[in-house]
């Protein structure tokens, strides 16, 4: 096992690194200390490797698009309403935070963790090495209530599991709901995911209003194209979708409450797989149905269905609706999430 720093330009004056976490298993993934970004997810695909996840060779291509392609997403994922959170826990007064989508508060708003340049430290053992991103958040820079120590770690395992946990840590009461925009495409950036199978933990899909925020509603599964609690084949529910107005998925997901794995995609093609495991209660899934030619990615320019993200959150706009879940973060008190992806080629 081996780390390599590599050079990966310059953004806004800022240098930015390139760290690859190498196992034994000629498996490696990529970070970037410019947003916290995944840039690659590479793994054995005969006598070279491929790359599982979307990602970009030059730094600038991942700010000249809206789609957060692999970077991490903070304070809070999801959509604000109004961009309006309580300043109380009783919310007797209310705070409006930066609004980077019409009214609404998206993936953090426009200063979220994707747009700052991380410090890093690295750890190596003997079993699995890792690279924590780390910096401090303060409430001028994103807007929300109080000054943020965030650390984020990707760590890589010798049985091919990458994790990513986030700690935060706030001088003052805030929101903490943090996530991974990272798409996968396990044919490698190449061709598309329609040939993929889906499995999801979940029972029911939420109801959003023409602003794609939760309106509170839990919607079944059950005889609709969003039901995965069997494996389904992402090709079927798009061509189910063709009359929509978004002409694939972007929805959130109630994930039951269960232990161990919740989501699970397959390539039944190359016999890949990739494993998701959280312990939150949501999944955003996006089949990139809107990407266009005007995204040059490392092997090919973008187009619809080249990737799908999942994103393992806390079900978004939790404020407005008690019930989705908690993602307070009491002031100096220390709150950590972990995201699991068990990679298998079975």
Same mark, same amino acid.
């Given at each position: 096992?081996?780390?390599?720093?590599? *050079?990966?330009?310059?953004?806004?004056?800022?240098?930015?690194?390139?760290?690859? +976490?190498? @196992? #034994? &298993?000629?498996? /490696? $993934?990529?970070?970037?200390?410019?947003?916290?970004?995944?840039?690659?997810?590479?793994?054995?695909?005969?006598?070279?490797?491929?790359?599982?996840?979307?990602?970009?060779?030059?730094?600038?291509?991942?700010?000249?698009?809206?789609?957060?392609?692999?970077?991490?997403?903070?304070?809070?994922?999801?959509?604000?309403?109004?961009?309006?959170?309580?300043?109380?826990?009783?919310?007797?007064?209310?705070?409006?935070?930066?609004?980077?989508?019409?009214?609404?508060?998206?993936?953090?708003?426009?200063?979220?963790?994707?747009?700052?340049?991380?410090?890093?430290?690295?750890?190596?053992?003997?079993?699995?090495?890792?690279?924590?991103?780390?910096?401090?958040?303060?409430?001028?820079? *994103?807007?929300?209530?109080?000054?943020?120590?965030?650390?984020?770690?990707?760590? +890589?395992? @010798? #049985? &091919?599991?990458? /994790? $990513?946990?986030?700690?935060?840590?706030?001088?003052?009461?805030?929101?903490?709901?943090?996530?991974?925009?990272?798409?996968?495409?396990?044919?490698?950036?190449?061709?598309?995911?329609?040939?993929?199978?889906?499995?999801?933990?979940?029972?029911?899909?939420?109801?959003?209003?023409?602003?794609?925020?939760?309106?509170?509603?839990?919607?079944?599964?059950?005889?609709?194209?969003?039901?995965?609690?069997?494996?389904?084949?992402?090709?079927?529910?798009?061509?189910?979708?063709?009359?929509?107005?978004?002409?694939?998925?972007?929805?959130?997901?109630?994930?039951?409450?269960?232990?161990?794995?919740?989501?699970?995609?397959?390539?039944?093609?190359?016999?890949?797989?990739?494993?998701?495991?959280?312990?939150?209660?949501?999944?955003?899934?996006?089949?990139?149905?809107?990407?266009?030619?005007?995204?040059?990615? /490392?092997?090919?320019?973008?187009?619809?269905?080249?990737?799908?993200?999942?994103?393992?959150?806390?079900?978004?706009?939790?404020?407005?609706?008690?019930?989705?879940?908690?993602?307070?973060?009491?002031?100096?008190?220390?709150?950590?999430?972990?995201?699991?992806?068990?990679?298998?080629?079975?």
């Amino acid at each position: 096992m081996h780390i390599d720093i590599i *050079d990966f330009g310059t953004y806004k004056k800022h240098d930015v690194k390139k760290i690859r +976490l190498n @196992n #034994d &298993n000629a498996v /490696s $993934i990529s970070v970037l200390t410019m947003g916290a970004i995944l840039n690659e997810f590479l793994v054995p695909d005969g006598n070279k490797t491929k790359n599982i996840v979307l990602g970009f060779d030059n730094i600038s291509e991942y700010y000249q698009n809206p789609f957060y392609v692999g970077m991490s997403i903070g304070r809070t994922a999801g959509r604000i309403k109004n961009g309006k959170i309580p300043l109380t826990p009783l919310g007797e007064e209310t705070i409006t935070l930066p609004q980077n989508e019409g009214t609404k508060n998206h993936q953090g708003g426009p200063n979220g963790f994707y747009s700052y340049l991380w410090n890093y430290r690295l750890h190596t053992d003997k079993d699995f090495l890792s690279v924590t991103l780390y910096r401090t958040i303060h409430s001028s820079e *994103d807007g929300f209530p109080g000054d943020i120590n965030v650390s984020i770690t990707f760590k +890589l395992t @010798n #049985d &091919n599991e990458l /994790s $990513i946990t986030y700690t935060g840590i706030s001088t003052a009461d805030t929101l903490f709901n943090p996530t991974a925009h990272i798409y996968f495409n396990l044919n490698g950036q190449d061709n598309d995911i329609l040939n993929h199978k889906l499995t999801l933990a979940s029972d029911s899909y939420l109801e959003v209003d023409t602003d794609k925020v939760p309106t509170g509603e839990l919607i079944p599964v059950a005889n609709t194209p969003f039901d995965f609690r069997k494996p389904r084949t992402l090709k079927n529910t798009v061509q189910e979708l063709s009359d929509t107005s978004e002409k694939g998925l972007d929805d959130i997901f109630k994930l039951r409450n269960l232990k161990g794995e919740k989501v699970k995609l397959e390539n039944p093609g190359t016999h890949d797989s990739i494993q998701l495991f959280s312990a939150r209660n949501g999944l955003v899934v996006y089949t990139a149905n809107t990407f266009d030619s005007s995204m040059k990615f /490392s092997h090919q320019s973008g187009h619809p269905y080249m990737g799908i993200a999942l994103e393992a959150q806390t079900l978004s706009d939790t404020h407005n609706h008690p019930n989705f879940g908690d993602i307070s973060l009491t002031a100096n008190a220390e709150k950590t999430y972990e995201i699991r992806y068990q990679y298998s080629s079975n």
